[in-house]
């Protein structure tokens, strides 16, 4: 397996705090993605980086924010948790963006009550 | 942006028989197109892929399709087997943009076969 790892793998937070997910890469990728997945939904984007400090919205980036400040690491903050940000996060990395095999972390399943 | 549609949502096939799963794309510039397999509570993982210049692409057992004028893609499984239950997820990549290139999946089918 790709060397990705996500932390923590779960969490349950209250509504309105704010969570931070951390992805964790030693693949020195320069792509690195974090999604969520929801019933009906596949998976969505919500921010990706394209290089360190440079990073871009997806499609359902409402309410998220990411950084990336060494190659290795991507983080997503939800700035004030709500219950429908309740969902499981993917981190993925690619070493040529689309083109390439996307690798996935395991996944960080996040409840917000 | 680019518009992924999946189906069917559910299959149930018997063990040994063929599932077939479709996946339509909306820009015509796409030209790569993964299909990952996502087994229960575990992480997505790329089964096969093919490129626009690719009409059909085997590895053993699996199979996948691409036609670029009709827009869509279909993954093939012969003899299928119980550890091939799984959720599937196509995929297809956007035209550029900016030099990135985003992945849009498809919602997933979530293959059940019966021994």
């Known amino acids: 397996d790709a060397g990705i790892t996500q932390s923590p793998r779960h969490k349950v937070t209250e509504t309105g705090t704010p969570v931070t997910l951390r992805c964790h890469q030693t693949e020195n990728h320069r792509y690195m993605y974090w999604y969520r997945q929801d019933p009906g939904h596949g998976l969505r984007l919500i921010h990706y980086s394209y290089g360190v400090k440079d990073t871009d919205k997806g499609e359902v980036s409402d309410g998220y924010s990411v950084s990336r400040s060494k190659t290795e690491d991507f983080l997503l903050t939800l700035e004030s948790a709500t219950s429908s940000q309740t969902s499981v996060y993917f981190c993925a990395i690619s070493a040529a963006g689309g083109v390439t095999e996307a690798f996935f972390g395991q996944g960080t399943r996040l409840t917000v009550v | 942006g680019e518009n992924v549609e999946q189906h069917p949502s559910t299959l149930s096939v018997q063990e040994g028989d063929s599932a077939v799963i479709k996946c339509t794309y909306s820009d015509s510039a796409s030209n790569y197109f993964p299909w990952y397999k996502q087994e229960l509570g575990k992480r997505p993982q790329l089964i096969i892929d093919?490129?626009?210049?690719?009409g059909e692409k085997k590895d053993q057992r699996i199979a996948v399709t691409l036609n670029k004028t009709a827009k869509h893609f279909s993954l093939h499984i012969t003899e299928t087997q119980p550890e091939d239950s799984a959720v599937y997820f196509c995929?297809?990549?956007?035209?550029?943009?900016?030099?990135?290139?985003?992945?849009?999946f498809g919602t997933g089918t979530k293959l059940q076969v019966i021994p």
């Open positions: 093919i490129r626009s210049n690719v």
């Open positions: 995929a297809a990549k956007e035209a550029d943009s900016g030099g990135y290139q985003k992945v849009t």
